[in-house]
Protein backbone atom coordinates (compact mmCIF):
# COMPACT_ATOMS: atom_id res chain seq x y z
CA UNK A 1 0.00 0.00 0.00
CA UNK A 2 2.96 2.16 0.10
CA UNK A 3 2.86 4.96 -3.29
CA UNK A 4 5.95 4.60 -5.51
CA UNK A 5 9.17 6.32 -4.19
CA UNK A 6 9.64 8.68 -7.61
CA UNK A 7 5.63 10.53 -6.87
CA UNK A 8 5.00 10.00 -3.36
CA UNK A 9 1.10 11.11 -2.50
CA UNK A 10 1.28 14.69 -1.30
CA UNK A 11 -0.54 14.49 2.46
CA UNK A 12 -1.92 17.84 4.54
CA UNK A 13 -2.41 17.36 7.78
CA UNK A 14 -5.05 19.31 9.87
CA UNK A 15 -5.92 18.68 13.03
CA UNK A 16 -5.43 20.91 16.23
CA UNK A 17 -4.43 18.08 18.65
CA UNK A 18 -0.34 18.51 17.59
CA UNK A 19 0.24 15.03 19.49
CA UNK A 20 -1.79 12.99 17.08
CA UNK A 21 -0.47 15.51 14.25
CA UNK A 22 3.06 14.83 14.46
CA UNK A 23 2.22 10.36 15.02
CA UNK A 24 0.60 10.60 12.02
CA UNK A 25 3.08 12.54 10.10
CA UNK A 26 5.75 10.48 11.28
CA UNK A 27 3.68 7.35 10.57
CA UNK A 28 2.94 8.19 7.15
CA UNK A 29 6.51 10.00 6.58
CA UNK A 30 7.87 6.21 7.31
CA UNK A 31 5.70 5.28 4.34
CA UNK A 32 6.46 7.13 1.80
CA UNK A 33 4.28 9.92 2.04
CA UNK A 34 5.27 13.47 1.80
CA UNK A 35 3.44 15.00 4.78
CA UNK A 36 2.76 18.96 5.47
CA UNK A 37 1.30 19.10 9.15
CA UNK A 38 -1.03 22.34 10.86
CA UNK A 39 -2.83 22.68 13.73
CA UNK A 40 -5.40 24.64 12.50
CA UNK A 41 -7.58 25.78 9.52
CA UNK A 42 -5.64 29.32 9.08
CA UNK A 43 -2.42 27.01 8.75
CA UNK A 44 -4.11 25.08 6.50
CA UNK A 45 -5.55 27.51 3.94
CA UNK A 46 -1.84 29.15 3.65
CA UNK A 47 -0.12 25.68 2.93
CA UNK A 48 -2.72 25.09 0.14
CA UNK A 49 -1.83 28.13 -1.59
CA UNK A 50 1.75 27.49 -1.72
CA UNK A 51 1.76 23.48 -1.98
CA UNK A 52 -0.21 21.23 -4.18
CA UNK A 53 -1.51 18.36 -2.40
CA UNK A 54 -3.72 14.83 -3.66
CA UNK A 55 -5.04 14.04 -0.17
CA UNK A 56 -5.78 16.26 2.95
CA UNK A 57 -6.54 14.86 6.28
CA UNK A 58 -8.46 17.10 8.26
CA UNK A 59 -10.05 17.09 11.61
CA UNK A 60 -14.05 18.34 11.90
CA UNK A 61 -13.74 19.94 15.05
CA UNK A 62 -11.22 22.55 15.61
CA UNK A 63 -11.12 26.40 16.43
CA UNK A 64 -10.77 29.41 14.84
CA UNK A 65 -12.29 27.18 11.46
CA UNK A 66 -13.66 23.68 11.71
CA UNK A 67 -12.89 21.44 9.34
CA UNK A 68 -16.46 22.25 6.63
CA UNK A 69 -14.75 25.28 6.76
CA UNK A 70 -11.54 23.95 5.79
CA UNK A 71 -12.92 22.40 3.42
CA UNK A 72 -14.95 24.80 1.32
CA UNK A 73 -12.08 26.94 1.42
CA UNK A 74 -9.46 24.57 0.17
CA UNK A 75 -11.57 23.01 -2.58
CA UNK A 76 -11.66 26.61 -3.94
CA UNK A 77 -8.12 26.78 -4.32
CA UNK A 78 -7.68 23.08 -5.45
CA UNK A 79 -10.72 21.97 -6.68
CA UNK A 80 -9.08 18.46 -7.44
CA UNK A 81 -7.81 17.95 -3.92
CA UNK A 82 -9.39 15.01 -1.82
CA UNK A 83 -10.26 15.71 1.56
CA UNK A 84 -10.90 12.67 4.37
CA UNK A 85 -12.54 14.46 7.30
CA UNK A 86 -11.80 12.73 10.71
CA UNK A 87 -14.08 13.49 13.98
CA UNK A 88 -14.16 12.20 17.20
CA UNK A 89 -17.56 14.21 17.50
CA UNK A 90 -19.84 13.12 14.41
CA UNK A 91 -23.20 13.93 13.89
CA UNK A 92 -25.97 12.61 11.09
CA UNK A 93 -25.53 16.85 10.26
CA UNK A 94 -22.22 17.22 9.75
CA UNK A 95 -21.67 13.55 8.06
CA UNK A 96 -24.28 15.15 5.24
CA UNK A 97 -22.36 18.45 5.08
CA UNK A 98 -19.21 16.89 4.42
CA UNK A 99 -20.88 14.88 1.73
CA UNK A 100 -22.65 17.72 0.53
CA UNK A 101 -19.20 19.30 0.01
CA UNK A 102 -17.66 15.87 -1.48
CA UNK A 103 -15.26 15.37 1.00
CA UNK A 104 -13.69 11.80 -0.11
CA UNK A 105 -14.58 9.89 3.26
CA UNK A 106 -15.89 10.59 7.01
CA UNK A 107 -14.08 8.71 9.31
CA UNK A 108 -15.09 8.38 12.88
CA UNK A 109 -12.50 8.82 15.17
CA UNK A 110 -10.68 6.37 16.55
CA UNK A 111 -9.74 4.61 13.29
CA UNK A 112 -7.33 1.71 12.46
CA UNK A 113 -4.53 3.12 10.99
CA UNK A 114 -4.69 0.58 7.82
CA UNK A 115 -8.28 2.20 7.01
CA UNK A 116 -6.94 5.87 7.23
CA UNK A 117 -4.35 4.16 4.84
CA UNK A 118 -6.54 2.25 2.37
CA UNK A 119 -8.74 5.51 2.24
CA UNK A 120 -5.39 7.50 1.59
CA UNK A 121 -4.99 5.42 -1.66
CA UNK A 122 -8.23 5.16 -2.52
CA UNK A 123 -8.63 9.26 -2.42
CA UNK A 124 -5.48 9.29 -4.26
CA UNK A 125 -6.68 6.82 -7.13
CA UNK A 126 -9.94 8.93 -7.30
CA UNK A 127 -8.02 12.48 -7.73
CA UNK A 128 -5.75 11.20 -10.45
CA UNK A 129 -8.92 9.28 -12.60
CA UNK A 130 -10.75 12.77 -11.85
CA UNK A 131 -7.85 14.91 -13.10
CA UNK A 132 -7.25 12.27 -16.14
CA UNK A 133 -10.58 12.89 -17.28
CA UNK A 134 -10.55 16.48 -17.43
CA UNK A 135 -7.12 16.66 -19.20
CA UNK A 136 -8.46 14.50 -21.45
CA UNK A 137 -11.37 16.32 -22.31
CA UNK A 138 -9.56 19.49 -22.10
CA UNK A 139 -7.19 18.24 -24.84
CA UNK A 140 -9.77 17.26 -26.99
CA UNK A 141 -11.86 20.45 -26.96
CA UNK A 142 -8.11 21.80 -28.05
CA UNK A 143 -7.40 19.24 -31.10
CA UNK A 144 -11.12 20.74 -32.88
CA UNK A 145 -11.02 22.75 -36.10
CA UNK A 146 -9.68 25.76 -36.33
CA UNK A 147 -7.02 25.23 -34.00
CA UNK A 148 -3.55 25.45 -35.96
CA UNK A 149 -0.66 23.05 -35.01
CA UNK A 150 1.03 25.84 -33.02
CA UNK A 151 -1.92 26.89 -31.05
CA UNK A 152 -2.42 23.27 -30.43
CA UNK A 153 1.00 22.57 -28.58
CA UNK A 154 0.81 25.84 -26.45
CA UNK A 155 -2.70 24.66 -25.35
CA UNK A 156 -1.06 20.95 -24.17
CA UNK A 157 1.68 22.63 -22.68
CA UNK A 158 -0.61 25.48 -20.79
CA UNK A 159 -2.86 21.94 -19.39
CA UNK A 160 0.29 20.05 -18.31
CA UNK A 161 0.92 22.34 -15.86
CA UNK A 162 -2.54 23.18 -14.85
CA UNK A 163 -2.68 19.03 -14.22
CA UNK A 164 0.73 18.72 -13.00
Excluded: W
Excluded at 27 to 52: D, F, H, M, W
Excluded at 78 to 95: C, F, K, N, R
Excluded at 128 to 154: C, F, Q, R
Amino acid sequence: MTPVKENPIRILLVDDEADLVEFLARLLLKRGYTVTATNSGPEAIEAVEVQTFDVAIVDLKMPQMDGIEVLQKIRTIQPYLEVIMLTGHGSPESALEAGRLKAFRYLLKPYKIEELLEQIQEAYEQRENVLNTAYEEEIMESISPGHTPKDILARCEELRRKYD
